[in-house]
């Protein structure tokens, strides 16, 4: 049973969130509620996710303003009355079940603000790291949150101030911009990943001429998904990896994590930068359902609305940069993930056939990055030969997939 002031929490929305902001209210201190109803919007560097009321009553306190980053469980608000403490008549609790409210609100908003006892200084995690890469002092920090609370555009503002306090000879320099607290967690995952994982690469060119007419036939049936390049190279992924499956694997403290799904997150582009939901059942879903899919999970993508399936774990991603004109990418891998390839622009040249004559040939580059502590160079080349030759001979993406 619900009691007054009980918390209300920052959700945990996947295997690996281990904090989240709070994006949004959108209730207020003292406003009744329905079971159901979405009281705040909880944004992490990969999702942006609508909570709703597991219950029916009245919101008590917000202990999180929005745009703070807390921890997974960090209580973010109260009750003041649920429903569930409505007596037969329809009234509230009786008072001596009420009287505890307030000290039991003022102990959450302390603990939220502040944490354990201790002689540091109030902050956001996003701030703590921040300060402890660009090894800032919180003491020197000016807070700007609410009881002395530093944020990370303090510790923003405190290296800005570091790096240009011997500037007063120098040219005035044209303020920086505010960048937001998605581009912030995805710039510290993309240090993180870049730091802690020891990335090799290899690249292959892929043959897509056979592709790109079976690709073109199919899309002239009426009525039916349009195929993408990426929706073949996502189908290519996942039967290569299930019939490797030792790849499908995770580092995770210093062991590898066997992975049951064979699932692949695909780069998406939108304007908080790029997003990487992921597709599961890759290896074994028919092209048009694979497309619908990849297809959904970039609109809500691009919509901020991805779901919580979205964020499932994957070994592997996919980064398609062709449709810019690029050639070749050199990808960073997910901080939570143990592969990435990217695949550029095709392009028409001439290789020697095999009496030695030229042959025009339509080519992309396929580069995989690969966690050097999981698998090495060797592996990960093959990995890589085996989505090329699937594209190469695409029909074999059409039939049902061989058993392991």
Same mark, same amino acid.
């Given at each position: 049973?619900?009691?007054?002031?009980?918390?209300?929490?920052?959700?945990?929305?996947?295997?690996?969130?281990?904090?989240?902001?709070?994006?949004?209210?959108?209730?207020?201190?003292?406003?009744?509620?329905?079971?159901?109803?979405?009281?705040?919007?909880?944004?992490?560097?990969?999702?942006?996710?609508?909570?709703?009321?597991?219950?029916?009553?009245?919101?008590?306190?917000?202990?999180?303003?929005?745009?703070?980053?807390?921890?997974?469980?960090?209580?973010?608000?109260?009750?003041?009355?649920?429903?569930?403490?409505?007596?037969?008549?329809?009234?509230?609790?009786?008072?001596?079940?009420?009287?505890? +409210?307030? @000290? %039991?609100? /003022?102990?959450? =908003?302390?603990?939220?603000?502040?944490?354990? $006892? *201790?002689?540091? #200084? !109030? &902050?956001?995690?996003?701030?703590?790291?921040?300060?402890?890469?660009?090894?800032?002092?919180?003491?020197?920090?000016?807070?700007?949150?609410?009881?002395?609370?530093?944020?990370?555009?303090?510790?923003?503002?405190?290296?800005?101030?570091?790096?240009? +306090?011997? @500037? %007063?000879? /120098?040219?005035? =320099?044209?303020?920086?911009?505010?960048?937001? $607290? *998605?581009?912030? #967690? !995805? &710039?510290?995952?993309?240090?993180?990943?870049?730091?802690?994982?020891?990335?090799?690469?290899?690249?292959?060119?892929?043959?897509?001429?056979?592709?790109?007419?079976?690709?073109?036939?199919?899309?002239?049936?009426?009525?039916?998904?349009?195929?993408?390049?990426?929706?073949?190279?996502?189908?290519?992924?996942?039967?290569?990896?299930?019939?490797?499956?030792?790849?499908?694997?995770?580092?995770?403290?210093?062991?590898?994590?066997?992975?049951?799904?064979?699932?692949?997150?695909?780069?998406?582009?939108?304007?908080?930068?790029?997003?990487?939901?992921?597709?599961?059942?890759?290896?074994?879903?028919?092209?048009?359902?694979?497309?619908?899919?990849?297809?959904?999970?970039?609109?809500?993508?691009?919509?901020?609305?991805?779901?919580?399936?979205?964020?499932?774990?994957?070994?592997?991603?996919?980064?398609?940069?062709?449709?810019?004109?690029?050639?070749?990418?050199?990808?960073?891998?997910?901080?939570?993930?143990?592969?990435?390839?990217?695949?550029?622009?095709?392009?028409?040249?001439?290789?020697?056939?095999?009496?030695?004559?030229?042959?025009?040939?339509?080519?992309?580059?396929?580069?995989?990055?690969?966690?050097?502590?999981?698998?090495?160079?060797?592996?990960?080349?093959?990995?890589?030969?085996?989505?090329?030759?699937?594209?190469?001979?695409?029909?074999?993406?059409?039939?049902?997939?061989?058993?392991?």
């Amino acid at each position: 049973m619900s009691i007054a002031g009980a918390p209300i929490v920052m959700p945990k929305l996947g295997l690996t969130m281990a904090e989240g902001t709070v994006a949004e209210w959108l209730v207020a201190a003292g406003q009744s509620v329905t079971q159901g109803q979405t009281i705040f919007v909880v944004e992490t560097d990969k999702i942006s996710h609508e909570i709703e009321a597991a219950q029916s009553g009245e919101i008590g306190a917000l202990l999180v303003a929005a745009g703070e980053t807390v921890p997974v469980g960090t209580a973010v608000a109260t009750w003041s009355r649920p429903e569930a403490m409505a007596g037969p008549g329809g009234g509230t609790a009786p008072a001596a079940t009420e009287a505890p +409210a307030s @000290a %039991a609100i /003022e102990l959450l =908003r302390n603990a939220a603000q502040t944490g354990p $006892a *201790t002689a540091r #200084r !109030i &902050a956001t995690p996003l701030a703590r790291r921040l300060a402890a890469a660009a090894c800032i002092d919180l003491s020197a920090v000016a807070p700007s949150g609410e009881k002395g609370r530093i944020k990370a555009r303090d510790v923003q503002a405190a290296i800005g101030a570091r790096l240009h +306090a011997p @500037a %007063a000879l /120098e040219a005035p =320099r044209a303020p920086g911009v505010p960048v937001s $607290a *998605t581009r912030l #967690r !995805i &710039a510290e995952r993309l240090v993180r990943s870049t730091t802690e994982i020891p990335h090799f690469y290899v690249s292959a060119p892929a043959e897509i001429s056979r592709m790109e007419s079976l690709r073109a036939e199919l899309n002239g049936d009426a009525g039916r998904i349009r195929l993408s390049v990426t929706h073949f190279l996502v189908a290519a992924i996942g039967r290569a990896l299930a019939a490797r499956r030792h790849l499908n694997a995770v580092w995770r403290d210093g062991t590898q994590v066997m992975l049951d799904d064979v699932a692949v997150g695909v780069a998406v582009e939108t304007d908080n930068g790029v997003r990487m939901p992921v597709i599961g059942a890759a290896d074994h879903r028919a092209l048009d359902d694979l497309a619908a899919g990849i297809h959904g999970a970039a609109e809500r993508a691009r919509a901020g609305r991805l779901r919580p399936a979205d964020m499932a774990p994957a070994a592997i991603s996919l980064s398609n940069v062709g449709m810019f004109g690029v050639s070749q990418l050199l990808p960073i891998i997910d901080p939570e993930q143990s592969f990435i390839i990217g695949a550029g622009r095709a392009e028409a040249l001439f290789r020697p056939g095999k009496d030695g004559a030229p042959v025009a040939r339509r080519e992309i580059t396929l580069t995989l990055a690969g966690d050097h502590r999981l698998v090495d160079g060797a592996a990960g080349a093959a990995l890589l030969r085996a989505v090329a030759d699937l594209i190469e001979a695409p029909l074999q993406l059409l039939r049902p997939p061989q058993a392991a």
